[in-house]
């Protein structure tokens, strides 16, 4: 092999770790991820370390629903058991998991496991007057990757439709849990 040859063959290489290193460590940009409706993922910046509202488990998921000071304050002062609406501005962000069995606890006890989506709810009169000024998105993680996308079908196919049977809440079906 030739002087040359062995220089090109560092410099691929060198070049190889940076880019699939680099990839590695850099993290999504999610302020690209958008649903049909409009609702953003980047609308929801912070998410993670908004108060909780309420816990919640279905079969397949546990989730932990979380809200921005706006939904905070709106369900500290009675909404919707006071007969209020939640005012523009207040988001919600349900995270959910796959969960699995803690097998360190001294009692049968599920916890979360592996992120599945979030999902995300945000009230907008002016922009969203057809669905009582709620809007819907969903975004499906996957693992492999590390990576986030939109649900093009998830939110659009449930969302307005499927809050409409707690219309006299608002169309939110979590209570905040007493303290």
């Known amino acids: 092999m030739t002087r040359t040859s062995s220089w090109l063959i560092v410099i691929i290489a060198v070049v190889l770790a940076v880019l699939v290193g680099g990839r590695a460590m850099s993290a999504q940009d999610r302020s ?3 649903v049909p409706n409009g609702l953003a993922f980047s609308d929801f910046k912070g998410y993670e370390d908004w108060p ?10 546990i989730e932990v629903i979380v809200g921005n000071p706006a939904m905070i304050s709106a369900y500290r002062a009675g909404v919707p058991g ?15 998991w796959k969960p699995k069995k803690n097998t360190e606890a001294p009692f049968d ?7 599945q989506d979030v999902f995300f709810i945000e009230k907008n009169s002016k922009k969203f007057p057809d669905t ?11 693992p492999a990757s590390d990576t986030f996308k939109a649900d093009k079908t998830g939110a659009v196919t449930c969302g307005f439709a499927c809050h409409t049977g707690v219309a006299a809440k608002d169309y939110i079906f979590t209570a905040y849990g007493k303290r």
Request: glycine share 8%; charged share 25%.
């Open 82 to 96: 006071n007969g209020k609406p939640f005012p523009d501005g207040s988001r919600i962000a349900k995270i959910e």
């Open 32 to 34: 690209t991820l958008q």
């Open 132 to 142: 009582k000024g709620w809007a819907y998105a969903v975004f499906d993680y996957d």
């Open 109 to 115: 006890v599920r916890v979360p496991d592996t992120l």
């Open 52 to 61: 909780a509202i309420a816990v919640s488990q279905t079969g397949e998921t």
